[in-house]
């Protein structure tokens, strides 16, 4: 959209976590207000209207009828927590917050680079997004005590991770699977 900038390229507008997606780590998509390629939205239009917002929490209208129902649905990011994650942000602060996110996207770098046997790259993101850093982290301190994890075969890397990360999520109900408008 033209003329929409943000400071902020890995936390949108909206409360979505841009350094989370897949199409961000891509390099498909450069996040909420980063210039070319950056998707527009109304969300986006309304942030002008309001004198250029950085989030939408900052607005006194938040949340907004906007806000109705944008979490029922995913696209390439999870959509689920957008106003939980505004919240968070609002609660902790904006460094705290993206220091939490920038570990978060450390945590997920490794996964991909060293876990990803290829059809995993989806479920990484959503697992890292969508579950509490103290949880990510617990997860992957379970790999140390995992002997030669190393030296496993990316499969069963893979599998490994992945069943992890499941059985914290299933613990919580969190769901790790995109879910898509029928």
């Known amino acids: ?23 961000h780590l891509g390099g498909h998509c450069p996040g909420c207000g980063g210039g070319e390629g950056n998707q527009s939205c109304k969300i986006a239009r309304c942030s002008l209207q ?39 942000q609002q609660e902790i602060g904006v460094e705290a917050y993206r220091a939490e996110q920038e570990e978060k996207i450390r945590i997920l770098e490794w996964l991909l680079q060293n ?5 995993k790259k989806t479920f990484f993101c959503l697992a890292v997004n969508l579950l ?18 190393e030296e496993l075969p990316l499969k069963e890397k893979a599998a490994y991770i992945t069943g992890q990360f499941q059985k914290v999520a299933d613990e919580q109900g969190v769901l790790l ?5 029928r």
Do not use: W
Not at 11 to 18: E, R, T, V, W, Y
């Open 1 to 23: 959209m033209k003329d929409f900038r943000r400071l902020d390229l890995l936390f949108s507008l909206c409360g979505l976590n841009c350094g989370l997606c897949p199409m």
């Open 50 to 88: 309001h004198g250029k917002l950085e989030y939408c929490r900052q607005c006194r209208e938040f949340p907004c009828e906007k806000y109705e129902n944008m979490d029922a649905f995913d696209s390439f990011v999870t959509h689920q927590n957008q106003k939980r994650d505004l919240e968070k």
């Open 115 to 119: 876990c990803n046997d290829g059809r």
């Open 132 to 149: 509490e850093l103290e949880d990510v982290k617990n997860v992957m301190g379970q790999i140390k005590p995992v002997e030669k994890f």
């Open 177 to 181: 699977k995109l879910r898509k408008k």
